[in-house]
């Protein structure tokens, strides 16, 4: 039992015998209750399957309280916790069982619909029509340590098939490194975690702490360019990402898509007071360059805020997008686009900062926001200096010579109105920069920034 009921709801539905099946009417007729309970808990509704009711298993009266929590939950505008542990469809009910499948998926979404947040537990079993349709379908997802699930189980695909699967699928961490859920939790520790998705607990987010160099390094030379000087401090050992300037930011975190992507962290948080999604970039983690997974989890995050009517703050620092030949083979490009727009539609406030460089497309997709600060000591650039050098010069070491035709600075960012404002580089400064600009944002802002400074460089 994940926790008490404040209310019990439909204890009293039994189901018939469709089928005529085989003592099932018996069965019925004996059991105490039924293969879920659902009910009004503190703070939320609660479906939690029991597996000692016929496995877990989903009948016609299973899926009636599935389907009435969840819509009474949407009247009262509360979020669910599933909790699942089931062998799938009864087979005692046929074709009236697996309907159930449909009707609570689109309980479901009408709770979506209505902007609320639905979070699933799953333990060990959890496989089948649950998993299926409600089990699957929820905002977040995550799974106890040790949990078996899958859409088959074990024995019925190795009896049916002639295939084995241990140690290939079916298991939490599997399930983990396939996405399929967004972190794996001891036990004792789920509830914690539901009270901090939900908003009614902390749960501070402890990024790693950014390398500090052996040594310091030496200052340019005199008359180095200021944007070449800019170039370096941006990209400087030791000085905070998007990760450390996040965790500054936030009192709560609870992670999408853990171990997706390094350099991309997507997390629903509690920034400056306010409930948001937060994505963040790491510089210090696989060479601070986000793969198509990182684009597409920063999608689901975008998307998720839509839903919920919650701001986006993104924490810009990369030297760009992965470049390497799987990257390309995964549809970094598509990724990116995806981004782009999914930041474009976004129908709630956001507020970008870039905390270190900014580099090309792969930044600027999470860059185009309401509000856009850069650090005094940040840069911003349509291609990495190196990169520019290389096309332009046929040469990446002639970067110190080029950078300064990039107007990459952000004052160069400010001065073409891209930018809202340049901030200190300090930790401190940056969370009331952010605060301030959660507080102005206005959904609709990046439009008219861009498309004003782009109009003021037009000619005809």
């Known amino acids: 039992m994940l926790t008490a009921l404040i209310e019990e709801w439909d204890q009293e539905l039994r189901s018939g015998d469709p089928l005529g099946f085989p003592g099932y009417a018996d069965k019925v007729a004996a059991m105490d209750g039924e293969s879920v309970r659902t009910g009004l808990a503190d703070g939320f509704v609660l479906v939690e399957c029991d597996f000692d009711v016929i496995g877990g298993s989903m009948g016609l009266v299973h899926g009636e309280k599935v389907v009435r929590a969840f819509d009474r939950a949407t009247q009262r505008r509360l979020p669910v916790v599933v909790v699942t542990r089931s062998g799938g469809a009864r087979m005692q009910e046929g074709m009236l069982s697996l309907i159930q499948l449909s009707r609570t998926a689109a309980a479901v979404n009408r709770h979506h619909a209505a902007g609320l947040l639905s979070i699933a537990v799953h333990r060990t079993p959890t496989t089948g029509g649950v998993f299926a349709s409600y089990g699957s379908l929820t905002d977040l997802r ?21 295939r084995t699967v241990e140690g290939t699928s079916h298991s939490a961490e599997t399930a983990l490194e396939a996405h399929i859920v967004d972190a794996v939790v001891d036990p004792d520790a789920v509830l914690s975690w539901i009270h901090a998705a939900l908003g009614r607990e902390d749960r501070p987010l402890k990024p790693t702490r950014a390398p500090v160099p052996t040594k310091q390094p030496a200052p340019p030379p005199p008359g180095t360019d200021p944007a070449w000087t800019a170039v370096l401090t941006s990209r400087r050992l030791g000085r905070p990402s998007g990760m450390q300037v996040a965790a500054a ?17 997507v997390a629903l948080a509690t920034t400056c007071g306010r409930r948001s999604v937060v994505i963040a970039m790491d510089r210090y ?6 793969q198509p997974a990182g684009y597409e989890l920063a999608c689901r995050g975008i998307a998720l805020a839509g839903r919920l009517g919650l701001p986006i703050v993104t924490f810009v620092d990369t030297p760009g997008a992965a470049l390497t030949p799987e990257a390309e083979n995964q549809g970094i490009a598509r990724a990116i686009a995806s981004t782009h727009a999914a930041m474009a ?4 406030p956001t507020v970008s900062v870039c905390v270190g460089e900014g580099g090309s497309g792969g930044a600027q997709a999470l860059s185009a926001a309401d509000r856009l600060l850069i650090q ?28 300064p035709l990039l107007r990459l600075t952000a004052e160069d ?3 073409f109105g891209i930018a809202d404002a340049v901030i200190s580089d300090g930790l401190d400064a940056t969370v009331a920069a952010v605060d301030q600009a959660l507080a102005e944002a206005v959904a609709g802002d990046r439009a008219r920034r861009l498309d004003a400074a782009t109009a003021a460089w037009l000619r005809s």
């Not at 995550?142 to 002639?162: D, H, K, L, N, Y």
């Not at 975190?253 to 390094?262: A, F, H, N, Q, V």
């Open 249 to 265: 930011a936030t009192t709560s975190w609870t992670e999408l898509g853990e171990g997706s992507d390094p350099a991309m962290r």
């Open 345 to 348: 539609a976004a129908l709630v």
């Open 413 to 415: 960012l400010a001065g």
């Open 376 to 403: 005094e000591g940040a840069i911003f650039s349509v291609i990495g200096p190196e990169g520019a050098a290389a096309i332009l010069e046929r040469d990446a070491a002639k970067a110190p010579e080029v950078a």
């Open 142 to 162: 995550i799974a106890e340590t040790g949990t078996m699930m899958g859409f088959a189980g074990p024995r019925v695909v190795e009896q049916t098939s002639g």
């Open 285 to 290: 983690a696989g060479g601070g360059q986000p």
